[in-house]
């Protein structure tokens, strides 16, 4: 028997028993099915969060107003305004540091257009730290900021409500009743990793931002709501932390002993937290699934046994004519791998779609990996063999006379 | 019929016991005989008589107890597994009383089932197949499946099966015992056809007028072979539709 004919044999065998193989096959379909969609999602998630972290920057610290203690009492992050800009100026000096971008937020009104939206503080450091480019116009500039000009760039959500088909650059918009000159536009960035608009914002001066929008609610009037801080390279980032937090502790006149009141937060490695979550997830239900793809080899080793007892007349007349035990062996375990390899197969075309439907509904990028269906190939011929070794040898080791006998 | 060439059956004090708990049953209890190239030969018995166990060794499904059997003037009763499955394959063509043939495949697939065994290009298969089941006379037949033929037909389409690989030895068990009387006239008329064309063939049957087409007749009892009658020739008028009935013409070669 060559290689083909066990092939085509086993798939005769299989088709004169469709309703019985598709059923033995569905536990393969369901358990690759289920592997592959997870490992896509998985996947899919994993790319997500790395697209989220080249967004924000691999490099990059926030520094934000730290928990106050009150009698031990946390009051929880930017209790108190510890913050100000002239910490941001000395971070500077941190070695290791190439940028620093204190800011301040708060919602503003636009008269023009009637909208609200938020009003965020810069200095000109900002777009670099944050990965925002222009799409018109120009940056603020130091002596601009210092100055405290009355000047806006306009995330592109604000251009398009408030100067729908008109050239915002150099119009005048008022905030608050303030009214200001638009200096630039900025390029689309799309939803933040929570879900916001993150367009929907209007920039302005530093300065400007504290003295006349959200003096009111500053309660020092050079204070900032949170420094971004940028490291040469990623590797640096835990010595800088360190430095930053001496700088700030000495700036604060902190004793030692007593805890800061300001938070530095590595950022791209919160998301690298939850990126770890994501695989320890994936790991968790993939091994569910696994299960899956064993019953379903106690499936296919249940059924080849049934088979095996039917067609005992028929191995016993293969016998006969001269099949070898090795011959009978290789014809039941070859029906056992088809089986299998038609349901692994079947179930990675449904894992694909299953994983497709997810990524386009949960929005990320679609991951299929070549490594997932290989394992998925596989382990269904590995669970083929395995599970269909026993009924196989039990089929090799017939007497021909007792079998030749079997009613 | 010489007694010095090489015999294509030849047993030597053949033996096989069965424990039954603890008994042991002697279902053969010494053989010794000796089959010719061309001869044809019916082996009669009551059952229990040990001529199923003897068949069963001759076809090489079983392997003795003890003594000896020669085939073709080799020890084969020391051979494993594969080797007796290799032998099966190449020398002996099995006829079974129920015809046993694969259900689910064309008659043609079902006699070229040996020769995949055989390990013979697919394309050789399907025209010596082919051939046999002309041979047999169902040319016309060859891509129904068992279920579409009558009884007769598909004892021939087992009769093809037994022959595609030219075999040494064929072993019929009954062949007709399923058949009416006409039809098994018929297969009888096939196999001593093959047998004129010089196909050693042994029959087992409980139907003296079968026996009678056969040149000698073995009668087994109790495990062993109680009478070895030669030359009751062919009873007169069954069919022979070629060649001159004469076993001795063409044992010689």
């Not at chain 1, 293969?318 to 179930?347: C, N, Y």
């Not at chain 2, 004129?196 to 073995?218: F, K, Q, S, W």
Request: charged share 20%; aromatic share 4%; glycine share 10%.
């Amino acid at each position: 028997m060559t290689p083909s004919d066990l092939f085509f044999s086993a798939l005769q065998s299989l088709r004169s028993n469709t309703m019985r193989s598709v059923l033995t096959a569905l536990g393969i379909i369901i358990g690759v099915g289920a592997v592959i969609t997870i490992v896509a999602i998985g996947a899919g998630a994993q790319a997500n969060v790395e697209k989220v972290i080249e967004q924000i920057g691999s490099n990059m610290l926030t520094i934000s107003p730290g928990q106050a203690r009150d009698g031990g009492a946390a009051q929880g992050a930017a209790s108190r305004p510890t913050l100000t800009a002239e910490d941001a100026n000395a971070m500077k000096t941190v070695p290791g540091v190439t940028a620093v971008a204190p800011e301040v937020r708060g919602p503003v009104q636009v008269i023009l257009g009637n909208q609200r939206t938020n009003a965020v503080g810069i200095t000109e450091d900002y777009f670099t730290v944050r990965g925002w480019k222009m799409s018109r116009g120009r940056n603020f500039e130091d002596w601009e900021i210092d100055a405290g000009e009355k000047i806006v760039i306009l995330g592109s959500t604000v251009a398009e409500k408030v100067f729908p088909g008109s050239d915002p650059l150099g119009q005048i918009i008022r905030l608050d009743r303030v009214p200001f000159t638009v200096m630039g536009v900025t390029a689309a960035k799309g939803q933040s990793s929570f879900g916001q608009n993150q367009d929907d914002v209007i920039f302005v001066p530093l300065k400007t931002a504290q003295q006349r929008l959200l003096g009111g609610r500053l309660i020092k009037p050079d204070s900032v709501q949170q420094i971004a801080v940028l490291g040469r390279i990623p590797k640096e980032l835990d010595i800088i932390e360190r430095d930053l937090a001496e700088l700030l502790r000495d700036r604060h006149a902190i004793v030692p002993g007593r805890a800061d009141d300001f938070m530095i937060r590595n950022t791209a490695e919160i998301f690298q937290a939850r990126a770890g979550v994501v695989d320890v997830m994936t790991l968790l239900l993939t091994a569910i699934a696994s299960v899956s793809l064993l019953v379903g080899g106690i499936g296919i080793m249940n059924i080849m046994l049934v088979s095996v007892t039917e067609r005992t007349r028929e191995i016993g007349v293969r016998m006969a004519i001269g099949a070898s035990r090795s011959d009978v062996m290789m014809q039941f375990l070859i029906e056992a791998l088809a089986l299998s390899m038609i349901g692994g197969i079947i179930g990675i075309v449904l894992g694909m779609v299953c994983a497709q439907l997810t990524a386009h509904f949960a929005g990320w990028p679609l991951r299929i990996e070549v490594s997932s269906i290989l394992l998925a190939v596989g382990f269904s011929a590995a669970v083929g063999i395995f599970f269909g070794y026993y009924p196989a040898r039990k089929a090799a080791r017939l007497d021909p006379i007792e079998a030749l006998r079997y009613a | 019929m010489s007694r010095n060439g090489t015999a294509v059956v030849q047993t030597i004090d053949l033996r096989k016991e069965y424990r039954m708990g603890t008994n042991v049953v002697n279902a053969l209890a010494g053989v010794s005989v000796r089959i010719e190239t061309g001869e044809f030969v019916a082996v009669m018995g009551p059952s229990g008589s040990g001529k199923t166990t003897f068949m069963n060794l001759l076809g090489c499904l079983d392997r003795p107890s003890s003594g000896k059997y020669l085939f073709e003037g080799h020890e084969v009763s020391a051979y494993d597994h594969t080797d007796l499955a290799r032998l099966r394959n190449q020398k002996i063509g099995f006829v079974f009383q129920n015809f046993n043939l694969l259900p689910r495949i064309t008659a043609l697939d079902n006699v070229a089932l040996p020769l995949a065994y055989g390990k013979l290009p697919r394309s050789e298969r399907r025209t010596r197949a082919a051939k046999a089941l002309e041979e047999v006379g169902l040319g016309d037949r060859m891509d129904h499946r068992p279920v579409q033929l009558s009884g007769g037909q598909q004892q021939r389409v087992a009769i093809a099966r037994a022959i595609v690989g030219s075999p040494s030895l064929i072993l019929a068990d009954e062949p007709t015992g399923a058949l009416d009387t006409k039809t098994g006239v018929e297969i009888m008329g096939i196999l001593q056809t093959l047998n004129d064309r010089g196909i050693t063939i042994v029959l087992v049957t409980h139907e003296h007028d079968i026996a009678e087409h056969a040149g000698r007749v073995l009668t087994f009892r109790d495990g062993r072979m109680i009478r070895d009658e030669k030359g009751m020739g062919r009873r007169a008028g069954a069919p022979a539709p070629q060649g001159q009935p004469h076993l001795v013409a063409v044992a010689g070669h």
